[in-house]
Structures are given as C-alpha cells and as structure tokens.
T-cell receptor, first 112, second 112 residues
Framework: LAKTTQPISMDSYEGQEVNITCSHN???????ITWYQQFPSQGPRFIIQ?????VTNEVASLFIPADRKSSTLSLPRVSLSDTAVYYC?????????????WGAGTKLIIKP | DADVTQTPRNRITKTGKRIMLECSQT?????MYWYRQDPGLGLRLIYY???????NKGEISDGYSVSRQAQAKFSLSLESAIPNQTALYFC???????????FGPGTRLTVL
C-alpha cells in the first residue's frame, strides 16, 4: 500500500520560489503523480501531473527523479493568493483493490 | 467547480439517523468518488465507481454505502449516523485513470 509523506507546513514570502516535496516510496510502475491545491471550504483543484523527469505548466513545475520515489512541486514567484494546502496524490494498484492514497497535505503560508 | 454539485451543503443530524448525500456532475465523466476530510488528515477515499455497474470500496468504507443511479449521479448514505462521521465530504469525478479529479464544493456533516 503506497503511502505519501509531505511536510505539514511551510511558509515563505511573496515573490519567492517555493518547493514542496512528497515522498512515495511504493509508487507503482504505471502510477502518475498529481498535485492539488485546496483553499478553505473548497474542494481540491488540480495543479499539475507527471510521470517522470520534469513537467511545467503555467502555474507550477513538477520534478520527479528517476527512481520516482519522490516528487517536488515548485511554485515560482508566489503571491499571497498561493496560501493554501497542497496535496500530492499517487494511485496504488498493487493491492487487489485499487486505492487512491492522498498525502496529509502541506499547509503553505505566504507572507507579505 | 460548478460542473460537480453536492447537496446538501450543510447538514446537522442526530446519532442513529439515516442520511444521504447526493452528487451530480455535468462533465460526462464515467468515474466518480466520495471522500471525507477531517482536520489534519487530508482526504480519505470512501467509495469509488468507474462506471454505473462498478462500485468499489475505498480506504474507509465501513459505515457507508453508495448508489450509482446514473452516469451523472453518485449518492453516499450513512445508514445509522454516528458522531465520528462528522466531517467534510467531497464528491469528485474523473474521465479516466486516477488523475485530474474534479471536486464538488463539499458537504459539511455534523452528527450530534
């Protein structure tokens, strides 16, 4: 059963680059890694997804090493509105039942 | 995301009562999910459905049941609510795989 580990909280300042790392030691061969953002009283929202190496979109980058046992979400030049909880998600198909295991989330606080 | 709606948004009930939470989606996705969220614990999967005839237990299915009435509708029932089922419940959909899930606004359930 895959498990993910993330820092419970982080803080940074406006304009800085923020990197949040998620560990997923038992990721399955076919699993993708997906990151979500959640604001209070809202459902999580998709940020970025990757399988290996590096993926970049208009809001973030995702770095995945060759062994895929971890991933790092990179948020460039953060602003106050990036204050939220960030989750990494990996699927675990190694059990007889397919399971989706979410990390506990990282609470990111951006200061002015 | 307005494409995924949940009713009710808030509900207070008493121990032992039966309660149903409903989820509807207009995204045309085959896959639907029910999660619960507790403070500090992230999201935990209760049930998921890959199509109308497919229902699967998630990480914490005990005490819950679901019904997939149509591609667009997925209901979660608590047959006999208990206080430790007090939580925020989210419905989500996806168009395949376990990635890029689209979440509803959530239902805040309180069991007294």
């Amino acid at each position: 059963l895959a498990k993910t580990t993330q820092p419970i909280s982080m803080d940074s300042y406006e304009g800085q680059e923020v990197n949040i790392t998620c560990s997923h030691n038992n990721i399955a061969t076919n699993d993708y890694i997906t990151w979500y953002q959640q604001f209070p009283s809202q459902g999580p929202r998709f940020i970025i997804q990757g399988y290996k190496t590096k993926v970049t979109n208009e809001v973030a980058s995702l770095f995945i090493p060759a062994d895929r046992k971890s991933s790092t979400l990179s948020l460039p030049r953060v602003s106050l509105s990036d204050t939220a909880v960030y989750y990494c998600l990996v699927g675990d198909s190694m059990d007889s039942n397919y399971q989706l295991i979410w990390g506990a989330g990282t609470k990111l606080i951006i200061k002015p | 995301d307005a494409d995924v709606t949940q009713t009710p948004r808030n509900r207070i009930t008493k121990t032992g009562k039966r309660i149903m939470l409903e989820c509807s989606q207009t995204k045309g996705h085959d896959r639907m999910y029910w999660y619960r969220q507790d403070p500090g614990l992230g999201l935990r999967l209760i049930y998921y459905s890959f199509d109308v005839k497919d229902i699967n237990k998630g990480e914490i299915s005990d005490g819950y049941s679901v019904s997939r009435q149509a591609q667009a509708k997925f209901s979660l029932s608590l047959e006999s609510a208990i206080p430790n089922q007090t939580a925020l419940y989210f419905c989500a959909t996806s168009d395949g795989g376990v990635d890029t899930q689209y979440f509803g606004p959530g239902t805040r359930l309180t069991v007294l």
